[in-house]
């Protein structure tokens, strides 16, 4: 079996797992479509252990198969919790299929080396349902995206989907909690990006 195979070759069966997430799945598609985000063919599989994106791999994404099938009821999170995760690994994807952009200057400088050695604890807990910003660190839009560059563009990304693209919205809550410059030119790269790519309307 690989990445790609929608059906499993013995039984029959979803061999992606999607089947046991369709909630979360409609949730995050809809809201790529209101950001006025094109479909760049990404692929979601449930399986054992850890999730995230591979650089070789950037179109799959790996959802913990514990957070919806677990053994102990605490595995499980709620949909909007998954559809939240869903948002940040598709923020990886995204930036793994456009590397190329984060060479620019103006994407290093808002979010810095994204090439830089990658030491994040698998075990950091994350609260994906949330849909407002922290109000603590001034340049961050969570205390997560502080810890790896890469981190800081998908968290930037999730926030960015959820929120639908509004960045008046978006800024008028920066400008209450009082976040730092650097903040809002992260979403500005972000929405000029893509609002550049072609298709955009």
């Known amino acids: 079996m690989d990445d790609w195979m929608a059906t499993c070759p ?8 999607r089947d046991l ?10 809201l790529l479509i ?20 591979a650089p070789r791999a950037p179109k799959v994404i790996e959802i913990d198969r514990r957070y919806v099938t677990g ?3 605490r595995d499980e999170i709620s949909w909007n919790m998954l559809t939240g995760l869903l948002l940040h690994e598709l923020g990886h994807s995204f930036l793994y299929h456009h590397w190329s952009w984060t ?11 994204v090439r830089k050695a990658y030491r994040v604890a698998d075990e ?24 790896h560059p890469q981190e800081d563009f998908a968290e930037t990304f999730r926030f960015y989907v959820a929120r639908r693209g509004r960045l ?5 809550e920066f400008g209450r909690k009082r976040k730092g410059v650097r903040v809002y030119e992260k979403f500005l790269v ?11 309307k």
């Open 10 to 17: 013995w039984c029959g069966e979803d061999a992606t797992g």
């Open 190 to 200: 972000l929405h000029d990006f893509v609002r550049g790519l072609r298709g955009w």
């Open 124 to 147: 950091h807990w994350v609260d994906f349902e949330r849909r407002r910003i922290a109000t603590t660190l001034t340049d961050y839009v969570s205390a997560y995206a502080s810890t």
């Open 103 to 113: 060479r620019t200057g103006r994407f290093r400088r808002a979010f810095g080396e």
């Open 21 to 30: 997430i369709p909630r979360a799945l409609r949730r995050a598609r809809r």
């Open 168 to 172: 008046r919205e978006l800024f008028a």
């Open 71 to 73: 053994k102990r009821r």
């Open 34 to 53: 209101v950001t006025r985000l094109r479909d760049w063919h990404y692929r979601v599989v449930l399986r054992p252990g850890v999730s995230g994106v």
